[in-house]
């Protein structure tokens, strides 16, 4: 299944280039091209959809598979100390492409990406509800 108009279809058709760095029957990753630090990779299964959203658990499964040693192999080249692994999912996040990916994103104590949380507190009883509306969330999928 691929989209026309995706351009993250183009690239696993390979109809537009990309620098790979992995291929399986599944998925590729390549580097972003407009990279947050040297290495900056992502990985796509090669099928088309949209995000975590409507991904099956087992094409994700695979999928996610193969960051082990991605990361593995991110981390050594670009001798980052770590790394964070992201996927955006909707505009609200920052999606921009909607072909789900994973970003490889190395990082150093010294870079200044910035990748901070605004970390946030719950109200009184907030947690609670929270806590209850996703187990009734859950129960109903
Ligand atoms: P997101 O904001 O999570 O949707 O990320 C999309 C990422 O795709 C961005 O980091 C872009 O720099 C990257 N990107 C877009 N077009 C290309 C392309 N042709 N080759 C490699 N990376 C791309
Ligand atoms: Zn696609």
Redesign the pocket.
């Given at each position: 299944m691929s989209d026309n108009s995706c351009?993250f279809c183009k690239?696993a058709a390979g109809s537009?280039p990309?620098l790979r760095v992995f291929e399986s029957p599944d998925a590729i990753a390549?580097?972003?091209?407009?990279p947050l630090a040297p290495g900056h990779t992502?990985l796509i299964p090669r099928q088309h959809f949209q995000s975590i959203l409507d991904v099956p658990p087992d094409v994700l499964g695979r999928l996610s598979g193969h960051l082990p040693p991605l990361a593995r192999a991110v981390m050594k080249v670009s001798g980052a100390t770590g790394l964070n692994v992201?996927q955006?999912t909707g505009e609200s996040s920052?999606?921009?492409?909607f072909h789900l990916?994973f970003?490889l994103i190395p990082r150093t104590e010294e870079d200044q990406l910035g990748f901070r949380w605004n970390a946030g507190t719950y109200g009184p009883g907030e947690d609670k509800a929270m806590q209850a509306g996703l187990l009734m969330a859950l129960k109903a999928q």
């Open positions: 351009i690239i537009i990309a390549f580097l972003d091209i407009a992502l992201l955006n920052g999606q921009a492409v990916h970003h």
